[in-house]
């Protein structure tokens, strides 16, 4: 039962809302003025707030701005005798769901009512699953390199500055990414994720940049590329060091003027996008044998954070193992499974040159052929 809170400094109004709305299956609260509305807002979660304008001690606006800043998803639907345009206007500015005039239309009323639980709704499963994506996401390890690479990532993810990330193949460096979208103030638009080595050499551009209907054989239509998709958030270009060296251009010229054109195109297109890159390359190495551009590594290199091998922190094996055995479970629908001792010491003997990717492949093996308790005999027979 969704449950509404009807803020009025007239009795009559509350006391016929109230009559309604009971009627429809709803549960009500009331509050005579703004000032007690606010108070049990902060007390009490409530689906929708039904909320006057004109009140005494604390107006529906004023009111409206103070519990929007305690983030707990109450939708607000303001009502107001006076209809005038710069109180809806105002209304919607501070974050209402809408606004209705009194004497509020019986049918809209009830329209605005339960799209606003379904906004309430939508915004309240939207939280629950960033939370579950980020746990997913969530750096594990205890160990000194990667408290650094932590640190690291708290203190840029606040910035606009670009990351380059280096580590060797399933290292975690997409995780570093994802966390430093996560953290900033991006992370409410977009990550669009580009794997350069994935990519044909003669399509990476229309890839990041999108292309034209007719541009060259086979685009039958426009496409609009990464870097468009990625406007307002974060473009995360993975194997950076695999991109071709025209496509570097192209890149290192979106960077410097934060425009980019479309393959084939002539127009400008502005982008505002926050660019992260990775590389399990050397890239001085690969800029001293002429495959990338040194003044587009610079570009990049503001920031690095190198996420070691796992081999350098095998004290964190045990941290991520279970995280993996938690994982894993839940992700089945079963109970997690147990490590024996032994067996977790031999899991940080080896040697690990899949790195935390093939650990999580090794600790999924493991479940799917071993019984509750994995032991040293299954270790030694399927790692």
């Known amino acids: 039962m969704a449950k509404l809170l009807i803020v009025d400094d007239e009795k009559a109004i509350r006391s016929a809302l109230r009559d309604i709305l009971e009627y429809e299956g709803y549960e009500i609260d009331e509050a005579r003025d703004g000032e007690e509305g606010l108070g049990m807002l902060q007390r009490t979660q409530y689906d929708v707030a039904l909320c006057d304008i004109a009140m005494p001690k604390l107006n529906g606006l004023e ?26 206007v105002e209304a919607t500015k501070s974050g209402a769901f809408d606004f209705i005039t009194k004497p509020p239309d019986l049918n809209r009323l009830l329209i605005t009512i339960r799209n606003a639980i379904e906004r309430a709704k939508l915004e309240q499963e939207t939280k629950t699953l960033k939370k579950r994506i980020y746990k997913l996401n969530e750096i594990v390890g205890e160990s000194d390199p990667i408290r650094r690479v932590k640190e690291t990532i708290n203190r840029v993810a606040a910035t606009e500055a670009r990351v380059l990330i280096t580590g060797p193949n399933g290292s975690g460096k997409e995780m570093v990414a994802k966390q430093i979208h996560e953290k900033g103030s991006r992370s409410a638009m977009s990550l669009v994720e580009v794997n350069c080595a994935a990519i044909p050499s003669e399509l990476i551009e229309s890839e990041l940049f999108g292309h034209e209907k007719g541009a060259f054989t086979g685009a039958a239509a426009r496409r609009v590329g990464k870097f468009e998709q990625a406007d307002g958030g974060t473009l995360f270009l993975d194997e950076i060091g695999d991109m ?116 999580r492949n090794v600790v999924e093996r493991l479940v799917i052929m071993c019984g509750d308790e994995i032991n040293l005999e299954d270790v030694r027979a399927y790692a």
């Open 63 to 88: 009111m409206l701005q103070k519990a929007r800043e305690s983030s707990k998803g109450t939708q607000f639907v303001m009502i107001s005798a006076y209809g005038n345009v710069e109180n809806a």
């Open 244 to 359: 071709s060296l025209s496509a570097q251009a192209k890149v290192l010229r979106a960077l410097q003027e934060n425009k980019i054109t479309r393959v084939g195109g002539d127009k400008e297109i502005k982008v505002n996008v926050r660019v992260i890159a990775a590389t399990n390359k050397d890239l001085r190495q690969e800029i001293a044998n002429g495959n990338f551009r040194e003044d587009l590594f610079h570009r990049l290199s503001v920031i690095v954070i190198h996420v070691p091998p796992l081999a350098d922190r095998r004290g964190d094996i045990p941290l991520l193992t279970d995280k993996f055995l938690q994982d894993i479970a839940t992700e089945y629908g079963a109970t997690a499974k147990d490590l024996t001792s032994d067996a977790m010491t031999y899991l940080q003997s080896l040697p690990w040159t899949g790195n935390v990717r093939e650990l």
